[in-house]
């Protein structure tokens, strides 16, 4: 999956927020917690970083393109440095995976907010 097409996939996540952090890395939240971040630049050598679960990192991040993301690999991030590691199927579960985590560890209210935004 290309860059732009997993951005587009980030924006249709009900409550999700954009915002540009550290000068150069486009932040995808919710609730106010990250869930995705790429580079800001349209054709950014950066690739795209988003949580996973515990087991599938070990796993990710043993296969090429992927490698534990930088400074977050302790909450088990992973960067998807090469785009044709994954194919879009994958890519959008995996972001939506990444996003569903974020969301189970907000307050109960902020999960009703967004799920009433969803609607």
Known sequence: M?????KQVCRGFPGA???IKWSNVLAFCVGGKLFALCGAEDHSPRGISFKVDAERFLELTDRPGFRPAPYLARARWVLVASPDALDDDEMAALLQRSYSL????L?????????ESAT
Do not use: H, S
């Open 107 to 115: 307050t109960k209210k902020m999960q009703r907010d967004i799920g």
């Open 17 to 19: 927020t954009e915002d």
């Open 102 to 105: 974020i969301v189970a560890g």
């Open 2 to 6: 290309d860059l732009e097409r997993a």
